[in-house]
């Protein structure tokens, strides 16, 4: 009976740390390719040349 419950206790445990090396590994990638996002809409939003805006 101890056996039987060590080895679901080691299977959760086990199980558990699968899913925090997947959340780690997602978290990595997302961050890098939010990064990578936003220095492209920093590098597209501002205008090189005179601005389209008329002020009445």
Same mark, same amino acid.
């Given at each position: 009976?101890?056996?039987?419950? #060590?080895?679901?206790?080691?299977?959760? !445990? !086990?199980?558990?740390?699968? @899913?925090?090396?997947? #959340?780690? !590994?997602?978290? +990595?990638? @997302?961050?890098?390719?939010? #990064?990578?996002?936003?220095?492209?809409? +920093?590098?597209?939003?501002?205008?090189?040349?005179?601005?389209? !805006? +008329?002020?009445?």
């Amino acid at each position: 009976m101890k056996t039987k419950f #060590a080895a679901s206790v080691l299977s959760a !445990l !086990l199980y558990a740390q699968g @899913l925090l090396g997947f #959340a780690a !590994l997602a978290t +990595v990638l @997302l961050k890098d390719r939010a #990064a990578h996002a936003n220095e492209f809409i +920093v590098s597209t939003d501002m205008p090189s040349g005179p601005s389209l !805006l +008329v002020v009445r």
